[in-house]
Each structure stands twice: as C-alpha cells, then as structure tokens.
C-alpha cells in the first residue's frame, strides 16, 4: 500500500524550466530598449501601436522629460512593459520600419530612372511615361536635356533635381 505523500517512481513528472538570473536580465533589457525605441516615435506613428493607457501615458510623459528624469521614465517604461505582451507592439513596430524601408528603395528607383532619363534620354523618358502617363513629357525632355548640359559643364545638377521632383511627383500621385 502505497502512502499519500509518495510519489510513484514511474510517473512522469512536470519539466520545470529554469531561468538564470542573467537570461532575466537580458529578457528585461531587451524589453526596455523596446520601450525606447517606441518612445522616440512621433505622436502620430505612436497612436497606431496597440498601447495599454498607462505605457501609452508614461511614454508621453518621457518624451517631454530630458536628463536624469528621462532615463528614470525609460525604466519605468521598461517595467511596465514586463507585465504586457511585446509581441503586438513588437510587430506593428517592425511594420512601420518595414514601410519606411520601403519607401526608401521606392526613391532610390525614382533616382535610377533620373539617371536613366539624363543618360538616355527619349528612351528612358518612353519608360517613365509607361510608369506615370500623366507627366508632361515636353517638360521632361527639356530638363533631361539641361541636366546633360549641366552635366557637361560641370555646373551644379538643378535640372536633374527637378527631373527627380517630376517623378517623385506623380509616384505619390499615383500612389494616392
């Protein structure tokens, strides 16, 4: 007969998981450079996270403090985020770079096809119509050919400044 407090030697037991004191740390760190991190966002980017009122309150007040009473908030701000989930914040933030990431890769294409337009001319012009039809591409054609005399002359690149304006232009045009 067996007693109440002895365990059965051939049942399972629960697997405990152990947390060192340095993974704590690291855990918490990285939740407070999170924290940061969302604290350096403008008000308008800060209103699309999903914040709890109090994290959303204690990041404002962060954003006004300097010095000593900052650092303070950001680790205030590092503690109440342990008790939420980071995850969502984590990625609505990695969302938002995303976007910015993409935009940069969008004006890089628009400087590539600038180029494209003061090194070729009509046909890079051909192309960047197919993109954005409603361009004028009188206007175009004329400042392509004052960016290449520019380019001659070694004079500052006014027109091919302009060139890119054009298109960036009737990228968010069309993007609207």
């Known amino acids: 007969m067996a007693r109440k407090n002895q365990r059965d030697p051939w049942e399972e037991e629960e697997e405990i998981i152990w947390v060192t004191k340095s993974e704590m740390k690291r855990d918490m760190t990285a939740l407070q450079e999170l924290g940061e991190e969302i604290a350096e966002l403008k008000p308008a980017v800060l209103a699309k996270l999903p914040l709890p009122e109090a994290l959303h309150a204690a ?67 051909e192309q960047a119509m197919a993109l954005y039809p409603e361009m004028d591409r009188q206007r175009l054609r004329q400042l392509a050919r004052q960016a290449k005399k520019e380019q001659s002359q070694n004079k500052p690149p006014k027109s091919a400044r302009e060139i890119f304006q054009v298109l960036k232009n009737s990228y968010l045009e069309q993007d609207a």
């Open 59 to 125: 990041i404002l007040d962060a954003q006004r403090f300097k010095n000593e009473a900052k650092r303070r908030q950001l680790q205030y701000i590092g503690k109440l985020m342990r008790s939420i989930d980071p995850e969502p914040l984590q990625l609505a933030l990695d969302k938002i770079r995303n976007k910015h990431a993409q935009a940069t890769l969008q004006l890089h294409k628009l400087e590539q096809l600038r180029d494209a337009i003061v090194a070729e001319g009509d046909s890079a012009i």
